[in-house]
């Protein structure tokens, strides 16, 4: 089952009271949401999710503790127009939590997994008319490289869109093994002995069929409009291109014009209704329990 990455850090730092209005845009499989509804008896919580495995499992989960929640069967990057058509305009805290649940990494046919057999799909939402199949056999060379390079940082992108777009001339690319096997074939020995050389090309994919980075940037610039004074964001990362928006993100919104920066006094107009708390990464002993929660790092921003 999945196991929730900085999950007391960021109970911590939502800073919640028994009254909060607060919203998990990442419900998964209900890791933060369940200790979120216990610490909130008067308050709310209003969950998104475009997983509807996902969904139904945290449903039966929640309801146990209260009834004092409402799951939103969308993508996060509606959060607010979702959020109005419910007649909330403000909340007291927002939590991100971007990394991929364990199930939907374990399952077999989602497609997300490298190590296991199963039809490239890759989609969060069964809804999405975009798959992986598809970005593997109808992107360009090109638009291959640029995915990769982009979204998985992978240093020999050029040479492993060049193999997939052979082997796709021949017959299309079906399932994830077939693809792990064209991109085995595509890096040097050395490469495949530190880390499993599939991994950064899977995220690219990933990244691209579920549009996350564009996704996560409007969601958390509507967030910033959502949030009450003395209210929180919570985000917690799982690779670098997410944590540099939100981090640049966070910055913009709280940085004072180097103008007026070393001045005594901030004149009221330069004043920003926003400060960055600290930013956490997961003990040593989380790091070894949980693999995954190895590159995770979860910042804070306050509404002040």
């Known amino acids: 089952m ?41 308050g709310h919580l209003y969950a998104f999710d475009q997983d509807e495995q996902a969904i139904k499992y945290s449903d039966e989960v929640l309801k146990k503790i209260n009834n004092n929640y409402t799951i939103i069967y969308s993508n996060f990057v509606n959060l607010k127009e979702e959020l109005k058509k419910r007649n909330v305009e403000k909340v ?32 969060m939402d069964k809804r999405n008319l975009l798959d992986a199949k ?19 940082e992978e240093k020999y ?9 052979k082997k796709k001339a021949e017959k299309p690319i079906e399932t994830t093994l077939e693809l792990v096997d064209i991109i085995k074939d595509s890096v ?22 579920n549009q996350e980075l564009d996704v996560f940037k409007k969601a958390l610039d509507d967030a910033l409009t959502l949030i009450n004074p003395h209210g929180r964001i919570c985000v917690i990362t799982f690779h670098s291109l997410e ?4 981090k ?7 940085k004072i014009d180097d ?25 040593k002993e989380e790091q070894e329990k949980n693999n995954r929660s190895r590159s995770a790092r979860l910042r804070i921003l306050e509404r002040i």
């Open 2 to 42: 999945h196991e929730s990455v900085l999950l007391n850090e960021a109970l911590e730092n939502l800073n919640l009271k028994k009254n909060s209005i607060v919203v998990d845009c990442t419900l998964g499989y209900g890791g933060h949401s369940s200790l979120i509804l216990k610490q909130i008896p008067q």
């Open 92 to 123: 007291d805290a927002i939590l991100f939590d971007l990394g991929v649940s364990s199930p939907q990494l374990d399952e077999d046919i989602r497609g997300f997994s490298f190590h296991k057999d199963a039809l490239l799909d890759m989609r």
């Open 134 to 152: 598809k970005v593997v056999n109808t992107y360009t060379e090109e638009q291959l490289v640029d995915i990769f390079y982009k979204y998985g």
């Open 157 to 165: 992108a050029k040479k492993i869109a060049r193999n997939i777009v």
């Open 188 to 209: 040097p020995f050395n490469y495949k002995k530190n880390h499993h050389p599939a991994r950064k090309v899977f995220q690219a994919i990933r990244i691209e069929v």
């Open 243 to 246: 944590d540099r928006i939100c």
């Open 248 to 254: 640049e993100t966070f910055n913009q919104a709280s």
């Open 259 to 283: 103008k007026v920066k070393g001045l005594p006094i901030i004149p009221e107009e330069y004043k920003k209704p926003w400060k960055v708390l600290k930013s956490i990464t997961p003990s």
